[in-house]
DNA sequence: GTCATGATACAG
DNA sequence: TGTATCATGACC
């Protein structure tokens, strides 16, 4: 199956609008031979300069966040947690620091390497379970997706790591919610940014 | 449901 | 140099 690109354009919009446009795409990372696809089921909105819960809201240009104020249509990917790597993409103008952040995906194409990456071994047949918990999380998509710190300021319009359309679409129901874990960010802690496919067993919490 | 884990960015 | 963190898995 051929899986191409989005257009820049697609990420030079509106944050909230981009977020809800990614669920349903195949996010695809091309690495050792191998494509991984999973589709976006869950997404969140961090809206720069006005937003409390974004890592670019104090408007200074850091080495984690530079990226986050160039043009869209780049990964942001961070640490989190000393621990776990988070992957958002780059949205509106250069210069409007913005991104989305990529919560779940549901795999699929390369669930075998998928649960290599995640589990250390090979299963074969994976039960129930293991399948959900594959990508249902920021930390464990990356895991799965062998999404590093290597894709820092990859370019999403290049043939590596990028977003696609599916040829066939599946009609779904957006649900709006507030984010996850921004405890911290006063009134931002309301703003219903964090948007899911109704329904989808892969996101990450109800 | 709670909690330790963990490395870095950033502020002070 | 101290502190908080856009999470997870292992435990109760």
Known sequence: VDLKPLDRSFYNRDTVQVSR????MYLVHNIHNQRLVGRIVETEA???LEDKAAHSYSGKITERNKVMFGPPGYAYVYLIYGMYMCMNIVTEPEGNPCAVLIRALEPVEGLNQMSVNRYARDYGE????QIKNISNGPGKLCIAMSITKQCYGEDLCGNVLFVAEPMKKKKINIVAAKRIN???AEEAIHYPWRFYIKGNPFVSKI
């Open 46 to 48: 961090y809206k720069g």
């Open 182 to 184: 921004i405890e911290y």
């Open 126 to 129: 994976l039960n129930q379970q």
């Open 21 to 24: 446009d990614l669920l349903g």
